[in-house]
């Protein structure tokens, strides 16, 4: 079974700090990961998917990037905003053609100004 | 551009009541999901399918049946509620298989007495 692990479980800034986010999964034999944000009382976006042939991808101030050998993928958040504030998720998806996702617990970002 | 829209939002329920979620995309997606939130956990898959009439269980499946009549709705249903189904209900839409992002509704809050 694949299991996703993401840390850390929480995270406090303040504005303008480059963050690091860790995620962690433990079958290598993947086809695709996302970053997901959750806001508050709201369901999940989609922010980046990495394909398994693939060693990143980038979006704006987002930029992850992705090691199968190791097992590992990390959110990089460039000039954090107050805006950012929201929880991240890590997802797998193991290459069935159900496209299933494995997600991690998330961590919960707060940037303050 | 309504994307994955879910009713009810909230709802409140007595032990052995039943109830339907209501799960909508407007994308043409051919796979959509029901996940199920809780505190301190990842989301897990409840049900999914991956075409207009097919539907096949996921990591939870007990105590829940679905149906998939038309190719934009999929619906979630509780026979008898128990308290262990008191969570946020996610429902998600794919275009099909490949690397696509999944798209999530705002979810549904269940809380079961």
């Known amino acids: 079974k694949q299991e996703v692990t993401q840390i850390p479980a929480a995270l406090s800034v303040p504005e303008g700090e480059n963050l690091v986010l860790n995620c962690s999964f433990t079958?290598?034999?993947?086809?695709?990961l996302q970053w997901f944000r959750q806001d508050p009382g709201k369901g999940l976006t989609s922010l980046l998917l990495?394909?398994?042939?693939?060693r990143e991808q980038t979006s704006g101030r987002l930029n992850a990037s992705l090691d199968k050998s190791s097992g590992r993928s990390t959110l990089y958040i460039a000039a954090s905003q107050p805006g950012d504030s929201a929880t991240y998720l890590c997802?797998?998806?193991?290459?069935?053609?159900?496209?299933?996702?494995?997600f991690g617990r998330g961590t919960q970002l707060t940037v303050w100004p | 551009n309504a994307g994955v829209t879910q009713t009810p939002k909230f709802r409140v329920l007595k032990t052995g009541q039943s109830m339907t979620l209501l799960c909508a995309q407007d994308?043409?997606?051919?796979?959509m999901y029901w996940y199920r939130q809780d505190p301190g956990m990842g989301l897990r898959l409840i049900h999914y399918?991956?075409?207009?009439?097919?539907?096949a269980k996921g990591e939870v499946p007990d105590g829940y049946n679905v149906s998939r009549l038309k190719k934009q709705n999929f619906l979630l249903g509780l026979e008898s509620a128990a308290p262990s189904q008191t969570s946020v209900y996610f429902c998600?839409?794919?275009?099909?298989?490949?690397?696509?992002?999944?798209?999530f509704g705002d979810g549904t809050r269940l809380s079961i007495l």
């Open positions: 998600a839409s794919k275009k099909g298989q490949g690397d696509q992002p999944q798209h």
């Open positions: 079958d290598s034999a993947i086809y695709n």
């Open positions: 990495i394909q398994s042939s693939q």
């Open positions: 997802a797998v998806d193991r290459g069935s053609t159900l496209g299933r996702l494995y």
């Open positions: 994308m043409n997606h051919e796979y």
């Open positions: 399918s991956v075409g207009e009439g097919t539907t």
